[in-house]
T-cell receptor, first 109, second 113 residues
Framework: RKEVEQDPGPFNVPEGATVAFNCTYS??????FFWYRQDCRKEPKLLMS???SGNEDGRFTAQLNRASQYISLLIRDSKLSDSATYLC??????????FGAGTRLTVKP | DTGVSQDPRHKITKRGQNVTFRCDPI?????LYWYRQTLGQGPEFLTY????????KSRLLSDRFSAERPKGSFSTLEIQRTEQGDSAMYLC???????????FGPGTRLTVT
């Protein structure tokens, strides 16, 4: 089993749609969790941290389920500019950060 | 620009040559990381420093790879006797010691011919 697994997609959705990505992780002792966004041929950029109680930033909502060892990202009212690859990142232990392979999203007009 | 910078942005080299990349982190960040990313994959951890101390190295980092951060500021990653399988994007990231959020540089794209 991979340490961090994501559905690679691609997800093709129309503008305005709601889309959700899931990510599972293998190490139950993992300490912190993040979602990064990566545009084609660019570096990853931090989208949001994921807190135990769940958190929201505008159209983006992140959830953590420690019991089932997964995190999710929900994007509401998708914009064309949301098209990118979304990387799930898990901090296994003291800065041992593991990235998923990413989920590609394309938002179409 | 106070973000993470990397140099060069692109490097083409012949198999067997040595290459060195540089990373300048955000100035107040104590931690510095190196990753490698190939097409369709997420970044793979290579090594990380806290100040000048190299605290962890991945099993991916063969003897041909070495990294330094001599004064706790910029870092270099050297690959000796490059192989075609070394072709990838090499990413550097930094973070403040109190947080785990990492900020990435633009990467160095290495092509070994």
């Amino acid at each position: 089993r991979k340490e961090v697994e994501q559905d690679p997609g691609p997800f093709n959705v129309p503008e305005g749609a709601t889309v959700a990505f899931n990510c599972t992780y293998s190490n139950s002792a993992s300490q912190s969790f993040f979602w990064y966004r990566q545009d084609c041929r660019k570096e990853p950029k931090l989208l949001m941290s994921v807190y135990s109680s769940g958190n929201e930033d505008g159209r983006f909502t992140a959830q953590l389920n420690r019991a089932s060892q997964y995190i999710s990202l929900l994007i509401r009212d998708s914009k064309l500019s949301d098209s990118a690859t979304y990387l799930c990142v898990v901090n296994m232990a003291d800065n041992d950060m593991r990235f998923g392979a990413g989920t590609r999203l394309t938002v179409k007009p | 620009d106070t973000g993470v910078s990397q140099d060069p942005r692109h490097k083409i080299t012949k198999r067997g040559q040595n290459v060195t990349f540089r990373c300048d982190p955000i100035s107040e960040h104590n931690r510095l990381y190196w990753y490698r990313q190939t097409l369709g994959q997420g970044p793979e951890f290579l090594t990380y420093f806290q100040n000048e101390a190299q605290l962890e190295k991945s099993r991916l980092l063969s003897d041909r790879f070495s990294a330094e951060r001599p004064k706790g500021s910029f870092s270099t990653l050297e690959i000796q006797r490059t192989e075609q399988g070394d072709s990838a994007m090499y990413l550097c990231a930094s973070s403040p010691v109190a947080l785990n959020e990492q900020y990435f540089g633009p990467g160095t794209r290495l092509t070994v011919t």
